[in-house]
């Protein structure tokens, strides 16, 4: 049969809707979905007829298997695109996968300042016009000790809002050692050229001294920068000038003192067995002038850049236009007020907020998690294709913090004789809600140190239907 026959068995749009199984989908899902479906999988055949040489017979099972195509494909459409994951990768701030976590009271103040009205410009007292910058400024200045503070959308927009503010056309002095690439192309030569500011690089990439910044001071020094080498490390022969000493030259010539924090630490973690990672609060009492960081890194809420430090500047970096461009928005605010709440009393920032949480478990916690995994994926009596072990290994906090920092965890390995490790591991990213493990030496590792025991059943639906849909039972 010529290709222009067969063209013409391919069904209708609206033969289609008559379909049994695509009226169900009606009920479902919106009609324009089903529609776009039906097109796309018409389409399709129409394409296989053009580029392959088929038959009748196998076009009738094609158009068979028609309905059922267009269910599948219209449900996906349907499907939130945005979706819970599970993150056994053992990465604790893991930018690929959202960062930190919020609690549900936190959630719950999100809830209530989104689905009513709010002061979010209003100033209660007065009855008049009130800034949305005034709700964070209290609670941060108690926190840090910071005379005033802003929040703006992330710390890359807060970076380029300071310089802009503090340095546009002038010099902002920074060593060569912390010329930083963070990822998401986040470069501080970069950043520094679209806040409008010139970078005068001093130093070498392994040595800077005082008086490589201080021969640097000229006319035309804006500022001078500190960038928190978050991510990784220089060790060896090394020397770096600590904000202490820059507040010498920093009174002497009468310029502003800037670091950028990346992560921002509020709680000396090395009290929990953690590396120092300096502190906000450290980082003012060096004389820092003002102090960028991040909303959810270490600090573990919601995603922005927070700003604190000396009152003058950060009021004419609510003055900038590139505020409002950079400014938060009310879930923002709420969210991060009530997780700053958490840090009035350490003990329970520690407790409640997901990302520190994590951070300090117990040996012991991450243990009999692993076991009760283990043994629960055991009780699936999966047979002998797929074992079950418990392994010691690293996890990392991520998020480009504390690079050297190895936190000891115990995983659930599953390893396969017989079945594909990276067609298991695919089957459970794929699963209806993901599940994203740590591929290593062909095993799948289930970090417990970022695995909540909620989301146990989670994985073991995915373990199940994983191992069903690859052996075809
Ligand atoms: C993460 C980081 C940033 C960027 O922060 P975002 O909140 O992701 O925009 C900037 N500087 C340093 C040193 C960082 O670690």
């Known amino acids: 049969m010529n290709k222009q026959n067969l063209f013409a068995f391919i069904p209708k749009v609206d033969e289609l809707l008559e379909d049994n ?10 009609r324009k979905l089903v529609i776009d479906s039906i097109r796309e999988e018409l389409d399709g055949l129409r394409n296989k007829i053009k580029i392959q040489s088929i038959d009748k017979n196998f076009l009738e099972e094609e158009i068979k298997a028609l309905p059922n195509k267009v269910y599948l494909n219209a449900l996906n459409k349907d499907s939130l695109k945005l979706k819970r994951v599970v993150n056994g990768s ?7 996968l959202g960062r930190s976590l919020l609690n549900e009271d936190i959630i719950n103040n999100i809830k209530e300042v989104a689905t009513n009205y709010s002061n979010l410009e209003y100033n209660l007292d007065k009855g008049e016009r009130g800034s949305r ?6 609670i941060l200045q108690e926190i840090t000790g910071g005379e005033s503070a802003m929040v703006v959308n992330n710390n890359a927009a807060a970076v380029i809002l300071v310089l802009s503010t503090l340095a546009k056309d002038k010099e902002v002095i920074v060593s060569r050692g912390e010329l930083i690439e963070i990822g998401g192309s986040f470069r501080i030569p ?9 970078l005068v690089s001093v130093g070498t990439t392994n040595k800077t001294h005082l008086y490589d910044y201080e021969n640097a001071i000229g006319e035309e020094t804006g500022a001078l920068l500190k960038v928190h080498t978050s991510n990784y490390c220089i060790l060896g022969f090394t020397s770096t000038v600590e904000s202490k000493e820059l507040n010498s030259l920093k009174d002497k010539y009468n310029i502003p003192l800037v670091e950028d924090l990346g992560s921002g630490v509020l709680i000396d973690l090395s009290k929990y067995g953690l590396e120092y990672e300096p502190t ?25 850049g927070i700003i604190v430090g000396k009152k003058e500047y950060i009021d004419a970096m609510k003055r900038n236009p590139l505020t409002r461009a950079f400014r938060v928005d009310k879930f923002t605010i709420a969210a991060l ?4 709440k958490y840090y009035l009393d350490e003990n329970r920032a520690i407790k409640e907020i997901p990302t520190l949480k994590m951070l ?33 290994s690293y996890a990392e906090v991520g998020g480009g913090s504390l690079p050297l920092e190895k936190l000891p965890t115990k995983c659930t390995v599953l390893s396969f004789d017989e079945l594909s490790t990276d067609a298991f591991e695919r089957g459970l990213r794929n699963h209806s809600t993901p599940i994203i ?20 059943p989670i994985i073991l639906a995915g373990i199940e239907s994983t191992y069903r849909n690859l052996e075809g039972v």
């Open 437 to 456: 493990t740590r591929l290593y030496r062909n095993r799948i590792y289930i970090d417990l140190r970022t695995v909540r025991r909620e989301e146990f």
């Open 337 to 340: 007020e009530a997780t700053l």
């Open 21 to 30: 199984k695509i009226k169900e989908l009606l009920e479902l899902i919106p």
């Open 190 to 198: 970069d950043v520094m050229e679209q806040s409008g500011a010139h």
């Open 133 to 138: 910058y005034d709700h964070l400024e209290y």
């Open 90 to 96: 053992g990465v604790i701030i893991h930018t690929n």
């Open 280 to 304: 906000v609060q450290d980082s003012l009492k060096n004389g820092v002038d003002i102090v960028t960081f991040s909303g959810d890194k270490l600090l573990g809420g919601p995603q922005a």
């Open 360 to 392: 300090t478990m117990t040996m012991e916690e991450i243990n009999n998690n692993a076991i009760d995994l283990c043994n629960k994926i055991k009780e699936l009596n999966l047979g002998s294709k797929v074992n079950i072990t418990i392994e010691e």
